[in-house]
């Protein structure tokens, strides 16, 4: 069942606009960052109900997903990561399929391995990991 609700468009621009090209191309543009998949998380608001939509880099693995709220390194978790903890049900664009997903954050082996794959998919998180005393938590997608 698709997640319903007012778009609440995100004032990050290069995020919003890397959202709308996404969307508006079918999956087609807008598709990749530094040469690298992105994926569109769709949250819902955990204080405004409005349905969020957030570009991520696209972690795979045999059709479950991860997504990671590294949001760089910064000493705080993106606002997106309260969402999707208030209200696991989550939407998941990538390139023209979307489909819904339950989120859970994993822990221990299972962290590290999908930490394994989220770094061959995206090197930069390692950097990132090393900037911040944050834990940067990562949510498995599992088909719903
Ligand atoms: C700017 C802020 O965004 P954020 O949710 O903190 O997310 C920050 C970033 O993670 C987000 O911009 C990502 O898209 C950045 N980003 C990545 N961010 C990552 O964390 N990981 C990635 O892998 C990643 C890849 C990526 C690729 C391309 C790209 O363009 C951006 C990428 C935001 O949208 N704030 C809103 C509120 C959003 C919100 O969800 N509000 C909740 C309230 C939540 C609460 O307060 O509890 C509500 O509506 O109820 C606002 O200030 O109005």
Known sequence: MPIT???APSPNDRARKQTELYESS?????????????????TLGAR?????????????????????A?????????????????????ELQDGPERHDYTAREVTGEEKA?????????????????ERTDREIPVFVLERR
């Open 5 to 7: 609700g007012e778009y």
């Open 26 to 42: 079918g999956g087609t543009q807008g598709t990749t960052m530094n040469g690298m998949p992105v994926v569109i998380l769709w």
């Open 48 to 68: 405004s109900g409005k349905i969020r939509k957030t570009p991520l880099m696209r972690v795979e693995h045999d059709g479950d997903y991860a997504v990671v």
């Open 70 to 90: 590294s949001l760089g390194g910064a000493p705080q978790h993106p606002v997106w990561y309260h969402n999707v903890v208030a209200d696991p049900h989550v």
């Open 113 to 129: 391995l999908w930490w394994k794959r989220a770094v061959e998919a995206y090197p930069p998180y390692a950097d990132y990991q």
